[in-house]
């Protein structure tokens, strides 16, 4: 038989419990970075076995850096976490890659079952063309990625594919170079890159393809854009000023464009993070190998997180999977706090 409690007493133990939960988060404050990142890095370079990118994990703080899996590209993860997207190229031919799906396993809890990992090649069936760099739509129904397949000129396009795999159409079909960069967070439009006009440029389309417009119309290069979670910025890297490139972000519109690292190092490849609070990148000085850095989504508080002398690229953020026992940072309680703060 249950034991009855007093209302006193639930009260009581819920005072108890409030205590000792805010003394298991007091860690999280608002102005510590929470969350855990992925990159790439080739510190792991391995000629015998072909082995030249490994995807890292590491805490926002700069904690618990630790190998994860291998890979080409960035780590695209899906809106619920569920699953992750990325490239990888035929060993066969380093021209050809394809887009793989997978099941987001990191470390199991040492106790109970081991997840399974599922994995499936999901542009098998479109042929040995180039497929780069996956995005999520954000109801986890469609995947925006770079491929020649289709290209009336034999350079890339921005196509949007089924994540079954079944249906690619090209949306951009314009000559030179157009790379996918983010969906908004509503999945009305994708912000992406092009030099359709012979320079590099950002420009935003509606999902299906139509009103493809250039938001920067500017001299010097501008790329690899990306939306902010809640749709009021999009973040992107330019050398616009001084020659190096920095992290930039604007309006959707293209207007109101602020310079958020301005110093003289090349800063490239921002990232949000889930809840938009801090962009991740990576930055290097000339003749040196890049490193990964996050920094406030205004541009202060820049810190670096890794420090090694192979190259660290590309920083995504993970999306937690809830529906997984995951344990990322050595300490799973402390982690999963965290990640419940950041989303």
Request: aromatic residues 10%; contains cysteine; negative net charge.
């Amino acid at each position: 038989m249950l034991k009855q409690f007093s209302v006193p007493q639930k009260i009581f133990s819920a005072m108890i419990f409030l205590f000792a939960w805010s003394l298991f988060t007091k860690h999280a404050s608002s102005d510590e970075r929470t969350g855990t990142i992925t990159f790439l890095s080739d510190r792991d370079r391995d000629p015998l076995f072909r082995i030249d990118i490994i995807v890292y994990l590491i805490d926002a703080d700069g904690s618990n850096e630790i190998p994860w899996t291998g890979g080409n590209g960035p780590i695209a993860w899906s809106p619920d976490g569920k699953y992750i997207a990325y490239h990888l190229h035929d060993p066969q031919d380093p021209f050809v890659s394809a887009i793989y799906l997978r099941t987001p396993v990191i470390l199991p809890k040492v106790l109970g079952p081991r997840p399974i990992i599922q994995i499936k090649q999901v542009t098998k069936q479109f042929g040995g063309q180039t497929y780069l760099s996956p995005k999520w739509s954000p109801d986890g129904k469609r995947l925006a990625l770079t491929s020649i397949d289709g290209a009336p000129d034999g350079m890339t396009d921005v196509c949007v594919m089924d994540i079954e795999g079944i249906v690619l159409k090209n949306l951009t079909r314009s000559p030179g170079r157009d790379e996918a960069g983010s969906w908004s967070p509503d999945g009305s439009k994708i912000v992406f890159f092009s030099n359709r006009d012979g320079n590099a440029e950002i420009y935003v389309m509606g999902s299906n393809g139509r009103k493809q417009v250039n938001l920067t119309n500017h001299p010097a290069l501008d790329a690899a854009p990306t939306w902010s979670p809640d749709g009021t910025q999009i973040a992107f890297q330019s050398n616009r000023e001084g020659g190096q490139d920095d992290i930039y972000v604007m309006n959707p519109d293209g207007t109101n464009v602020s310079n958020l690292t301005r110093h003289p190092w090349e800063d490239r490849a921002p990232a949000w993070s889930p809840a938009g609070r801090w962009i991740a990148y990576h930055a290097f000085q000339v003749g040196e190998r890049p490193d990964i850095y996050v920094m406030d989504a205004n541009g202060g508080n820049r810190a670096q997180l890794t420090e090694d002398p192979g190259s660290d690229t590309d920083p995504t953020w993970v999306i937690p999977d809830r529906s997984l026992s995951v344990e990322v940072s050595s300490n799973q309680a402390t982690l999963w706090g965290r990640m419940k703060l950041e989303r």
